[in-house]
């Protein structure tokens, strides 16, 4: 089995702080342990590499000036060329992480991913490029706002709310023009009561729903729960006595919609009309299914299904 390659992965759109970083990260000489490294630059700004200053010379930059030269051939030709046995990458915000990740030699494993952003211009890149903005941060370990005005509390809350719309596991760290550092330790309840004997799960709350119920299935193991979603009886994945229920969601964008739903057991589900809208109770169990989830995840034991109208809203959102 060939050695894995550690990956570090800098994402963020031009002018967000990758190359600072990459830059201070190379210069400590706590990062090197003497192995080669290549860097790879896919985008170049107003900021440019100090090679002179790096903390050691085994450290090999080459630059991927077009998404096409991101193929697992060329970056494994690459590696070879320099001998190495890390990778760093600067990733083009403009460019897709599938890209990316897709053509990763088999041996190269990202340990980490960090997204940088400026906080002056956040918000613009949100609201007109949402696609690759979610892109980013679904996957990253840690956020940093960059430039970020030190008390702008409204801005922060608003940070909050659109990563954690996306990944509620990565951290998120806030530093001010003059490098003072703050993380995030803001707590939004969830909208619905977890004690409650049923917990009801509102129209609007369903994407929220789903996605705590992914990222910490072991908080609603055995709870009961009340929601209304779509089925799908009849599909070959799926064994007797169970169906899929669920609803589209909408991360960024239109082009982003989903169907995502829940393993369900029931009785009878040849009475269940496939691709119908229902109200289901059920208690929640928790499984480790590898045909389904990626590690634990929750079934539906239902109690109750009955037909129910269109949600207002039939496409769940985080908004």
């Not at 490029?129 to 956020?143: H, P």
Request: charged share 25%; with cysteine.
């Amino acid at each position: 089995m060939p050695k894995q390659v550690p990956v570090y992965l800098f994402t963020g759109f031009l002018e967000s702080g990758k190359t600072k970083f990459a830059q201070e990260t190379l210069q400590d000489s706590t990062f090197n342990n003497g192995d080669r490294m290549l860097l790879l630059v896919c985008e170049e700004g107003i900021e440019e590499y100090a090679p002179d200053e790096f903390a050691a010379p085994n450290i090999f930059m080459e630059v991927i000036e077009d998404e096409s030269e991101l193929t697992t051939e060329n970056l494994a030709a690459l590696l070879k060329k320099h001998r190495a046995s890390y990778v760093i990458v600067e990733y083009n915000g403009m460019w897709m992480l599938d890209s990316l990740y897709s053509s990763m030699p088999p041996e190269w494993v990202v340990a980490q991913e960090f997204m940088f952003v400026d906080s002056t211009t956040f918000l613009n890149y949100n609201n007109n490029m949402r696609q690759l903005m979610v892109d980013k941060l679904q996957s990253c370990e840690l956020v940093v706002f960059n430039r970020f005005p030190e008390g702008d509390e409204d801005l922060k809350m608003q940070a909050h709310v659109i990563v954690r719309a996306t990944n509620r596991r990565c951290d998120i760290a806030f530093e001010t023009p003059d490098g003072k550092i703050t993380y995030d330790d803001i707590e939004i309840p969830l909208p619905y009561d977890l004690n409650a004997p049923v917990v009801e799960i509102a129209d609007d709350d369903y994407a929220i729903f789903l996605q705590d119920i992914m990222d910490q299935p072991d908080k609603y193991r055995d709870k009961v729960v009340r929601l209304k979603g779509r089925t799908v009886s009849k599909s070959r994945s799926l064994k007797p006595g169970y169906f899929y229920f669920g609803r589209e969601v909408m991360t960024c964008c239109a082009n982003d919609i989903r169907f995502l739903p829940l393993l369900s057991e029931w009785k009878d589900v040849k009475s269940v009309s496939n691709m119908s809208w229902y109200e289901v109770t059920a208690r929640v169990d928790i499984r480790n299914l590898p045909e389904v989830y990626e590690g634990p995840g929750p079934v539906l034991h239902v109690r109750k299904i009955i037909p129910c109208a269109v949600p207002a809203k039939e496409v769940a959102t985080f908004f």
